[in-house]
């Protein structure tokens, strides 16, 4: 369980940052995490997630890792017969098991813009409707987002979705990489 006291370092840059991210863990808002691959979003994320609901689940969604076929029943679920070797029960997704608590989607850029509309719904109304089903399900979660990429470029190039940018970006931390806090180094 990481908390903000497993962030190493004292140069400014990374004090402001996680005093910005400590101020937003105290609010229920959507957080987007910038940095480069290796600066510690998920460090991030999980400390803001523990600041206010230790010990409860923090789920985790890889967006590069769902297969894009994959996608959509990964992420909301799907109902029993929603597609040939449908599990017969049918299957909660990523954002249903997370009531009141957290979801992290590290790379939340590798999402394609299809998908983005259909997380756009779950981010904006809180609501889930499963593949295959017609009973939409509100959920209540804060959604924490990562990216290494430039998401204001990604939007400009028409490979990210604005209204889902504005959504996830309600409260943003950049996080500095090492090479700019070279005082850093040996902590």
Not at 33 to 47: D, N, R, V
Not at 120 to 142: C, M
Not at 156 to 185: N, Q, S, T, W
Request: proline content about 4%; glycine content about 8%; charged content about 30%.
């Amino acid at each position: 369980m990481y908390t903000f006291d497993n962030v190493l370092g004292g140069s400014a840059d990374l004090r402001k940052s996680v005093e910005l991210a400590k101020r937003i863990a105290t609010v229920e808002t959507d957080v987007l995490l910038m940095g480069e691959s290796g600066t510690g979003k998920e460090l991030f994320a999980q400390s803001i997630h523990n600041s206010i609901n230790p010990g409860k689940p923090f789920v985790r969604v890889n967006s590069p890792a769902i297969p894009f076929e994959l996608a959509e029943s990964e992420l909301f679920g799907y109902e029993k017969g929603a597609f040939s070797g449908a599990n017969e029960k049918g299957m909660p997704g990523k954002f249903e098991p997370a009531e009141g608590d957290t979801v992290f989607m590290d790379e939340i850029s590798a999402l394609s813009i299809s998908k983005q509309a259909k997380l756009l719904r779950v981010a904006q109304e809180r609501e889930v409707e499963r593949l295959g089903g017609t009973r939409v399900q509100k959920v209540n979660f804060r959604l924490i987002a990562a990216t290494n990429v430039d998401l204001k470029q990604s939007v400009k190039e028409g490979k990210f979705r604005e209204d889902l940018y504005c959504g996830v970006a309600k409260a943003a931390v950049r996080i500095p990489p090492l090479r700019e806090r070279k005082e850093d180094i040996l902590a």
